[in-house]
Structure formats: structure tokens, C-alpha cells
């Protein structure tokens, strides 16, 4: 199956990505089957091929949700945005208990007296 993906090049805490039609279970450094565009992050510059970019899709390539986002912001494609989960999320303690729901507690039974002799 293929997929058009992000694949990036650069150098170390410069990165700059290509979009590339490549089989999904190839390495993402491999050599992909086209080279589609390019994307750089920092100046949020894109240059798509578009006539290939709608080749692809209609040969049934999947475009990944950041790049199926990158599309419709530049408007090689039209439809709506696919939310993007992150998985590994750090939430301190604290704001989890602000942001959630307010934690219902459980009732305080009265403790049984007992009587010193």
C-alpha cells in the first residue's frame, strides 16, 4: 500500500521534510517511489507538485494526517482538517485535577463510638 508522507532531511535542529509517495511499510529514510513537494517547518514555505500529488491519490495512495493537514492548509486538496492525537502527553497533577471533571466524593459514614472502660 502507499502512503504519502513526510520524510525528513536537513541538518540536526534545522529540520526541512520532503512529501514522498512511498510504500508504508518501507524505513522512512528509504527511497520513496516519487518525490512529491517540499515543506519547511520554520518558514511554513510548501511547494507541492500538485498534478502528482492528485495522481497518487486517485491511484489510491493515503496521505498521513499531518500531511493530509498540510494539503488542504495550502489547497492542493479540499475538505475538512483530521484532528491530530499526541500521544505522549505530560499533564502535571495539577492541572489534571482543574481540567477534569470535579471529583465526586464518596460519603464520610460517622465512625463507630466505642466505649473505654
Given amino acids: 500500500m502507499l502512503v504519502i508522507r513526510l520524510q525528513r532531511i536537513g541538518k540536526k ?5 520532503r512529501v514522498v509517495a512511498a ?3 518501507s524505513k ?7 518525490d512529491l513537494g517540499s515543506y519547511n517547518p520554520f518558514t511554513k514555505k510548501a ?10 491519490l486517485k ?3 493515503k496521505p498521513t494526517a499531518t500531511v493530509h493537514n498540510l494539503f488542504i492548509k495550502h489547497g492542493t486538496t479540499k475538505g ?3 484532528k491530530i492525537s499526541i ?9 489534571a485535577s482543574t481540567s477534569a ?3 465526586v466524593e464518596a460519603p464520610v459514614e460517622p465512625a463507630a463510638q466505642t466505649e473505654t472502660v
Avoid: C, D
Fill in 80 to 82: 475538512s482538517k483530521i
Fill in 47 to 56: 511547494a507541492f507538485k500538485n498534478e502528482r500529488i492528485s495522481h497518487w
Fill in 87 to 95: 500521544k505522549h502527553k505530560l499533564v502535571s497533577p495539577e492541572t
Fill in 101 to 103: 471533571e470535579p471529583a
Fill in 28 to 34: 522512512l529514510g528509504g527511497p520513496p517511489v516519487e
Fill in 23 to 25: 510504500e508504508k511499510r
Fill in 59 to 61: 491511484v489510491g495512495a
Fill in 13 to 17: 535542529h534545522q529540520p526541512s521534510y
